[in-house]
């Protein structure tokens, strides 16, 4: 009995590590994510090559609950129901030749699409709408209203200075275009400042997608455009790494910039391009 009960002993030991080996195997597996890992090291969240043939920028990774909300957008673009955007930001987009308005002709290739300038005078509320394209017709795509917010010299702390008059209807999709006037010591907290009334007001499964602006003269921002992809990346929002392709563009030699800080009718127009291949529009 004594030599039985050993090598049942012995036994047990044994299948007690084997099944602790296992585990451990399993727990670490390749390939296996938790809400933490990142599915692809990609800037605007693509886990794939986009179907304009646009690779996402290599930043830092992405969480997979991020890509998420990028593909949710492209859903949400694709529908045939009528859309309300809200486009907020700076400078870098209040002008009718800029990215907001380029990549709106684009949209009204294939569906009703009329843009709502703000009033950067007044800063009251908007102008009268602008079509670009004709009316909804039966059977047809619903009309994309899109709003573009941008004001000079805003911060990303404006939408919650002026959340009334910015959002004249409720939104399907917010785009915040903030940073260049931001210091890297505020830049999150006023982000935090918009998201959250954004959420109070429209909910907490509004889709919101953040850009990660043009670099400035010397890459002046670098520190404040890292801070908006920690920010989006910490929040599970969608991104659009515009920076990393002006860095690629700007290699090859191409002249993108009016002066230190705001980008040129090309420039913008590679805007409009990166945002129309991430989000898969024309």
């Not at 959340?163 to 505020?186: I, K």
């Not at 400035?216 to 991104?239: C, I, K, M, P, Y």
């Amino acid at each position: 009995m004594r030599w039985y009960d050993v090598g049942l002993g012995t036994l047990a030991v044994v299948t007690a590590a084997l099944v602790v080996f296992t585990y451990r195997g399993v727990a670490q597996a390749p390939g296996t994510f938790t809400a933490e890992q990142p599915t692809s090291s990609v800037g605007d969240n693509s886990a794939v090559t986009s179907a304009a043939g646009d690779h996402a920028d290599a930043t830092t990774a992405a969480p997979r609950s991020s890509h998420s909300r990028i593909t949710s957008v492209r859903t949400l673009l694709q529908q045939p129901d009528p859309i309300v955007i809200v486009a907020l930001g700076d400078s870098t987009g209040n002008d009718s030749w800029e990215w907001p308005y380029e990549w709106a002709r684009r949209l009204a290739v294939t569906r009703p699409v009329t843009v709502v300038p703000w009033d950067g005078l007044t800063e009251a509320g908007y102008e009268a709408p602008l079509p670009l394209s004709e009316v909804p017709q039966p059977g047809g795509p619903g009309k994309i209203t899109l709003y573009v917010g941008h004001q000079d010299g805003a911060t990303a702390a404006y939408p919650t200075q002026h959340l009334a008059e910015l959002f004249p209807q409720a939104p399907d999709l917010v785009m915040l275009n903030y940073g260049h006037n931001n210091t890297v010591s505020t830049i999150e907290a006023e982000l935090d400042q918009t998201l959250t009334a954004l959420r109070d007001s429209f909910g907490p499964e509004l889709p919101v997608i953040l850009t990660l602006q043009q670099p400035q003269a010397g890459d002046a921002n670098a520190q404040v455009r890292t801070a908006v992809h920690d920010f989006a990346s910490e929040h599970a929002l969608g991104w659009i790494d515009v920076a990393a392709s002006f860095a690629e563009h700007q290699a090859a030699g191409e002249i993108l910039m009016m002066d230190d800080v705001h980008p040129n009718e090309a420039g913008q127009a590679l805007w409009a391009d990166k945002v129309a291949a991430v989000l898969h529009v024309p």
